[in-house]
């Protein structure tokens, strides 16, 4: 033999060796990347998220109709599962409990044990539940599924054996995805050939001639990109995959992972959400047209969306609708009828409501709890949808209308915080961190730390009142505080003084001046000293500028002070979680009420009855003019520079928190009560009919006064335009 053969020889040898030690080296590889991810199973336990769904309270109103749509949307019948009643005998007759005597009608729902009653103007009036019943004030019924984090990215995703799709959605996924996909062992060379054809003929990349578990590979171990390398690792993961699991398995799981669209912030992955996302049905409910709609979107969720390109996803259905003719999966008669199903609207805002500053705001909690979920969790949270969706809604009204009146706006939105808050129970009904998430995620009702203005006055007045009354006088001339070699000469925001004036309109009329005196004489350590027991946590500066709001606060840290005085002194930390449960129910942590008394109720209930003025006659009076009903208390803030608006008000039921402003600190030349108040005026407008206010129940200790005109304008002359009455809260002390 030749030497030259000899060589050839050898060097094929050598490279075959070479070929091969590669080739098992790469499959091993990828049979790792395989045997990594299937360790943890093929769907990872999800971090979810629900909101209250439905959240039943005496004395709120819930409309019925909301209730029973949900109960339908669950799949139960009436006058199977549960059963609804005019007339307050027949509500008696259907359970045998003593039912309020102004019970109109009532509702009785078979699982999970509740009944509940309403007025005739749609209150609720009672509550029960159980076997046997017992009575409660407050229920949550179905709490519905805001988001899921699946190995940390926000997705909607809610799986379903395979028994549970209608055959006509697998169907109709392989007609238009993969006809071969029964044949084939993971890679189809027809498919691939027909590609390749299409491509040329295109002249570009048009058609990938990817497998259903090529497609699945791709979403479970590899990215999108599009390269010869990733192709190739690809199609090799696809045939060991198929050498390893079934076909049914590799279908389940493809109709579960596979990307179907985008739900406000949220990746909707997998048939089930995508059930819920566009037809508000569970999967099992879906019908030929349906499934035909969502076998259409998988090729490009985006360009065939029902919602943003209903031409495009009408043409893309009929294109499935034939090629299921041509695999005679379906008959022209059922197609025909299909045909006719228009395609599915926009769900209404209510029911797209997906929070996403909430929901990092709760993280954020949950991850104080210190809790290993590594096998996953559901968080319960206090989101009240509706009262989510009406805030963003006022915002969406308002803001645009505080924009106009700016004058030389900034190129840049003008943002805003909002957070709502249940009184009794300290729970977050909604939080609003800015203006549209998807342009910036930073929570600003969170993280945003802004000089809080005037919303600071009533813990320098707490002090001030806590041995005296709101009738004690106080001076609102020019006058100086010495600090160390520091002189700090505060004014008003017109530049002039009342001389002496009572404290309950010095607060009301947001004196500076008279608040900063007052600082003076209680002393900067009792401002302090009441800012920390209102929850405060964080350093307060011992400067006299603290008294007119030389303090920076988020939203949420002004929320949970005044959450304190609107609890008549009862401090409960403000929380957007209840519970945690791990995939089996059991209970991971649990919220627990603290019920601490740390400030004077008496002194509180004073404070609350002055801010009560304020609204009626003082800084917030355009509220009434603006269309506000009810007995409200409220403070306006706005700092010196006009960089930052706020307003704070509450009833006895909700508080509700505004911050106003730019991001970069522009001055906007308007203040709490032109820029904050119409945004929660407008908030408090749209969410209060659903939690009725009887009035502020106040502590033991006090009483309360009605002052007249012609008694207060003896005591203070120089005050023009004393109204006819005004209402004032005492301590018993003061008697």
Not at 99 to 111: K, T, V
Not at 294 to 301: F, V
Not at 658 to 666: C, F, I, S
């Amino acid at each position: 033999m030749k030497r030259s053969t000899q060589i050839l020889i050898v060097g094929a040898c050598a490279f075959a060796v070479l070929a091969i030690s590669v080739g098992v080296f790469v499959t091993n590889s990828l049979q790792a990347k395989i045997n990594k991810r299937m360790e943890k199973g093929w769907v990872l336990p999800p971090l979810e998220l629900y909101s209250q769904g439905i959240a039943l309270a005496t004395s709120r109103r819930m409309p019925l109709d909301t209730i029973l749509s949900t109960l339908e949307r669950k799949g139960l019948n009436q006058d199977r599962d549960y059963f609804l009643r005019e007339g307050a005998d027949n509500c008696r007759e259907l359970a045998r409990v003593s039912l309020n005597e102004n019970a109109d009608r009532c509702l009785l729902i078979r699982s999970p044990a509740t009944l509940i009653t309403w007025d005739a103007e749609g209150w609720i009036l009672d509550i029960w539940r159980g076997d046997p019943w017992s009575q409660v004030t407050s229920l949550n019924l179905f709490p519905e599924l805001i988001t899921q984090f699946y190995d940390g990215q926000p997705i909607l995703q809610r799986n379903a054996p395979l028994s549970e799709i209608p055959l006509a959605c697998k169907q109709a996924v392989l007609a238009i995805e993969d006809k071969d996909f029964l044949e084939h062992k993971g890679v189809s060379a027809s498919g691939i050939l027909r590609a390749m054809v299409r491509n040329l003929k295109a002249g570009r990349f048009a058609e990938g001639g990817s497998t259903i578990t090529q497609q699945l590979v791709k979403n479970f171990f590899l990215t999108s990109k599009k390269t010869l390398r990733r192709k190739v690792e690809e199609q090799l993961l696809a045939l060991l995959l198929e050498s390893q699991k079934d076909k049914d398995t590799i279908l389940e799981m493809y109709l579960n992972v596979i990307y179907m669209g985008q739900s406000g912030p949220y990746q909707v992955r997998g048939f089930g959400s995508a059930a819920h996302t566009y037809f508000d049905k569970t999967v099992s409910q879906l019908n030929l047209a349906e499934c035909a709609l969502l076998a259409a979107i998988i090729n490009s969720p985006g360009r065939y969306s029902p919602f943003d390109k209903p031409d495009a996803a009408s043409a893309r259905r009929e294109l499935v609708f034939r090629k299921m003719l041509e695999l005679e999966m379906v008959n022209e008669d059922e197609v025909a009828s299909a045909r006719k199903v228009a395609l599915p609207k926009k769900a209404p805002a209510d029911r797209r409501t997906h929070a996403p500053y909430f929901v990092m705001s709760a993280l954020r909690e949950f991850e104080s709890w210190d809790i290993d979920y590594e096998n996953g969790a559901r968080l319960y949270t206090t989101l009240d949808p509706h009262v989510q969706s009406r805030t963003l809604r006022a915002i969406n009204k308002t803001l645009p209308e505080v924009e106009k009146r700016i004058k030389n706006p900034p190129n840049q939105p003008l943002q805003v915080a909002a957070i709502v808050a249940d009184i009794e129970s300290a729970e977050v009904l909604a939080l609003v961190g800015g203006r549209d998430y998807r342009h910036t995620q930073f929570n600003r009702a969170i993280d945003s730390r802004r000089q809080i203005g005037s919303v600071v006055k009533p813990f320098v007045f707490y002090p001030a009142l806590k041995n005296g009354t709101p009738l004690d006088p106080v001076h609102d001339d020019p006058f100086e505080w010495k600090v160390g070699r520091q002189v700090w000469k505060p004014k008003n925001y017109d530049g002039k003084g009342w001389g002496r004036v009572p404290l309950f309109w010095a607060l009301a009329q947001s004196l500076n001046l008279a608040t900063a005196r007052l600082g003076q004489q209680v002393g900067l350590d009792q401002v302090s000293e009441t800012l920390e027991s209102s929850g405060l946590t964080g350093k307060i500066p011992d400067l006299p500028s603290v008294t007119l709001g030389a303090l920076e606060l988020s939203p949420m840290e002004v929320a949970q002070s005044y959450l304190t005085l609107a609890r008549m002194g009862r401090l409960e930390k403000l929380h957007l979680l209840t519970r945690a449960e791990d995939t089996n129910g059991e209970i991971l942590f649990e919220y627990q009420p603290s019920h601490e008394q740390s400030l004077d109720p008496a002194t509180s209930a004073m404070v609350v009855g002055v801010l009560r003025q304020a609204i009626e006659m003082g800084t917030a009076r355009a509220a009434r003019l603006w269309g506000l009903k009810g007995d409200f208390a409220g403070k306006t803030g706005t700092t010196s520079d006009t960089k930052d608006a706020w307003f704070v008000g509450f009833n006895s039921r909700l508080l509700a928190v505004v911050w106003v402003g730019y991001d970069d600190n522009t001055a906007m030349n308007l203040t709490g009560a032109s820029a904050a108040l119409p945004v929660w005026v407008e908030i408090i407008k749209n969410i209060q009919d659903q939690y009725r206010a009887t009035g502020f129940n106040w502590p033991p200790g006090v009483s309360v006064r009605t002052l007249s005109k012609p008694e207060l304008a003896r005591e203070y002359p120089q005050i023009p335009n004393w109204p006819e009455e005004i209402e004032l809260i005492f301590g018993d002390w003061a008697s």
